[in-house]
């Protein structure tokens, strides 16, 4: 019976950290289908490496380099992946519904009163292609437009320059602005370069981000707006759907697609605000704004 019940206890690798509260709340998901259908020892291995030799039986990643991902595909095991920052995987993925994202971002700017919109990404943190795209062409669909931020170039490393090209651009913006940051990493950044600057958040510029990881959003002044991630859902439903895919012989590869819904968006003091276009409410550019005090030392 002992060695029965060995040889049924599934392992299960997954192949991302839990550093961000949306891979954190991941792993919770796959958790919870494992404690459901029993038999299975979830392990963290960060490389195929790690893995190559063991006696696993699926995996599922949350990719964001090709590289790395073929370096997955390469050990033939049923593979789901969590990610949508790569395209043409062709693996089972259950990912984001980036539209629906977009859609919340739009929907609470514009409950605002804002009319000026921009988005900000950076190579320097991997966000979702889609993320942009999908918030300019909702803002497309109502005649509007969104600016587009600079792009750091790939010597900058340390943005020793870009930083600099950031403020001015922020500086530049017609305000009121409503500005969609990647994730709250991005946001908080960008929060604090308009407190460096003397641009006032939110009646200045307002920034939302995705993801609500409190250790971001909390620990910037003002604190960061945004919008939760199904963190949780995509991790049962990808446990589910590698299930599926290790009970099924010859374990073919597909591209098949699942989007899951966010869950909803998270109201803080970076977007706490009522846009207005007066030049002495909205703080039109050029007009000297009072600084905020950020509650800081030195």
Same mark, same amino acid.
């Given at each position: ?30 958790? *919870?289908? $494992?404690? =459901? ?14 893995? $190559?030799?063991?006696?696993? &039986?699926?995996?599922?990643? %949350? ?16 593979? /789901? ?5 790569? =395209? ?5 993925? /259950? ?7 977009? @859609? ?6 514009? *409950? ?5 919109? $921009?988005? #900000? ?15 300019? @062409? ?6 509007? *437009?969104?600016?587009?931020?600079? @792009? ?5 490393? #340390?943005?020793?320059?870009?930083? #600099?090209?950031? /403020? *001015? ?50 620990? =910037?002044?003002?604190? /960061? =707006? ?37 869950? &909803?968006?998270?109201?803080? %003091? ?7 276009? %007066? ?9 000297a704004s009072t600084p905020q005090d950020d509650g800081c030392i030195g």
């Open positions: 019976m002992r060695l029965f019940a060995f040889i049924m206890c599934r392992t299960i690798s997954l192949t991302f950290g839990h550093s961000t509260h949306f891979e954190r709340e991941i792993w919770i998901g796959v958790r *919870e289908y $494992a404690q =459901s259908v029993k038999g299975w020892s979830m392990v963290f291995r960060p490389e195929p490496e790690s893995i $190559a030799g063991w006696p696993f &039986h699926g995996l599922i990643t %949350h990719a964001v380099d090709s590289r790395e991902m073929q370096g997955w595909l390469a050990l033939n095991l049923p593979i /789901v992946d969590t990610s949508n920052v790569l =395209s043409g995987v062709k693996v089972p993925r /259950v990912v984001v519904d980036e539209a629906h994202v977009a @859609r919340l971002a739009v929907a609470h700017f514009r *409950e605002r009163g804002f009319r000026n919109f $921009a988005y #900000f990404s950076d190579s320097i943190h991997r966000a979702p292609a889609g993320r942009g795209e999908e918030f300019t @062409r909702v803002l497309a669909g109502d005649g509007l *437009e969104c600016t587009a931020p600079p @792009r750091r170039k790939k010597n900058d490393k #340390f943005c020793r320059v870009f930083h #600099f090209e950031v /403020v *001015e651009w922020l500086r530049s913006l017609q305000r009121p602005m409503a500005v969609f940051a990647a994730n709250d990493d991005v946001a908080g950044w960008l929060i604090g370069l308009c407190r460096n600057a003397k641009i006032r958040v939110p009646e200045d510029i307002a920034i939302l981000g995705v993801g609500d990881d409190e250790f971001y959003c909390l620990n =910037s002044f003002p604190n /960061v =707006s945004s919008i939760a991630l199904p963190g949780r859902k995509i991790g049962y439903e990808a446990a589910r759907i590698l299930h599926q895919a290790m009970n099924r012989s010859g374990r073919k590869k597909n591209g098949s697609l699942q989007v899951i819904p966010s869950a &909803h968006l998270v109201t803080r %003091h970076s977007t706490d605000v009522y846009a207005l276009e %007066h030049p002495i409410v909205g703080g039109a550019p050029g007009m």
